[in-house]
């Protein structure tokens, strides 16, 4: 089609609809010149000035050459050689660079794996193991990060799940009967061992911290190594009345501000923001039918990635899930994410 023509028709496009038209032309531009975006890469990866050896990390590198193209180097201090590619979600990988890039909008655009497959014409397991290899990757780049200022906490519970095809499985045996459409436990009321604690604080610049804190009632040593670390001294911890939170504030030097029972906020403190949070986050675990705990901790940082990014533009998002997910070193094999088991803090 002539660019006179394109140009035409695009007198004819309603107004309401030119900004969808120009989100899917730079998208192509996007598509058509991938030179830039190696450059990025290497830029973020290199962000602290000096190469780094993805298996030592040791600084004490040097050029080993080419191949096909690729530059290649060797570690001097564990005597290894690797490339760009290497420990990289796309490492070892037959695809071209245009299909991990449609994969990753798909994942944006929240598709399940099976339509995720069909986009991107690969295979329903290679569908997943090419999920978990970017959140893994994406996982790493982001840490676990820090609040600051005033900061929201609050937890919240999830089924434990066993999801997954066991019937053929030769390292898995279920620990208890299946139950249908993820029905409720048989004689545990309230909390127990078969719900997963979720651990969550925000504060009022967006930042967040998310993770898994164990099973049953939250315990003060896990919400201790929670925070620890990752709150900065003297910020005002804002919780609902449960125990706990007094001690933790004390011991890390915070001031804690807690909710009475039965009310919304005190003066200009309240959970709000986190209540919205954990509605949000159960929101995002619907479309997926369900998530297998010992996967859960993966799906926790892609909906916090989600979270800090939402008022990007698509384009750019994938432009970053893309770069950031390839600047990092965290190779993931398939067997390490088929015997994988839970991480909990």
Known sequence: MSKSLIVA?????????LPEI???????????????????IQETRYSSGQYKCPFCHDDHIVKNGKAKGNQRYLCRNCGKSFSQQTQTPTAYSKKETKVWIDYIECMIKGYSLRRCAW???INLATAF???????????????????DGLVEADECYLRYSYKGNHSKSKRFTMPRPSRKRGGESVGKRGLSNE???IGTALDRTGNILIGMLGTGRVKYD?????????IAPHSILCTDSAHGYGKL??????EHKAIPSGKYKKDIYHIQHINAFHSNFKAFLQKFRGVSTKHLNSYLKWFKWIELFKDEKELLKI???YIQSQATYAGTLIEEILSRKPVFV
């Not at 028709?9 to 609809?17: C, G, I, K």
């Open 222 to 230: 896990n919400l201790k190594r929670f925070f620890e670390g990752h």
């Open 22 to 40: 120009l989100v899917e032309v730079e998208k192509r531009i996007f598509k058509s010149d991938l030179s830039k975006l190696q450059t990025e």
């Open 9 to 17: 028709l695009l007198h004819r496009v309603a107004t309401v609809d």
């Open 195 to 197: 719900q997963v604690c």
């Open 119 to 121: 986009e991107c014409n």
């Open 129 to 147: 193991f090419w999920r978990h290899k970017i959140l893994d990757a994406l996982s790493s780049f982001m840490g676990t990060g820090e609040v």
């Open 319 to 321: 432009q970053k899930a």
């Open 249 to 254: 504030a004390s011991q890390l030097d915070l």
